[in-house]
């Protein structure tokens, strides 16, 4: 019933910056929390942002004060702008988003396909 579609991963030199999208679409009431989430081969899939409906962000120790995360309401849609992107970086990259689908529902958790960022000279 919800989808999300994640853009922007790509190839990127170390110190590069990247912005990923991520847009909800389908049977959608409400978005709460959304979040970026990573996963390199063989690690556990750790946070990376999370951002309330109001604004309120948090951020992995890693990646604080080169990372941003923002939404647009409007759009369903959540963004990860990437700075002073590091080697260890690399990694694929998903959305999840807390969604309620009607007005008498609870929310549920639904995650992106991901994108590969990969951070390399």
């Known amino acids: 019933q919800v989808q999300l579609v994640e853009s922007g991963g790509g190839l990127v030199q170390p110190g590069g910056s990247l912005r990923l999208s991520c847009a909800a679409s389908g049977r959608i009431f409400s978005i709460y929390t959304m979040g970026w989430y990573r996963q390199a081969p063989g690690k556990q899939r750790d946070m990376v942002a999370r951002i309330t409906t109001g604004g309120s962000t948090n951020y992995a120790d890693s990646v604080k004060g080169r990372f941003t995360i923002s939404r647009d309401n409007a759009k369903n849609t959540v963004y990860l702008q990437m700075n002073s992107l590091k080697p260890e970086d690399t990694a694929v990259y998903y959305c999840?988003?807390?969604?309620?689908?009607?007005?008498?529902?609870?929310?549920?958790?639904?995650w992106g396909q991901g994108t590969q960022v990969t951070v390399s000279s």
């Open positions: 999840k988003a807390d969604v309620k689908i009607s007005d008498r529902g609870s929310t549920r958790d639904y």
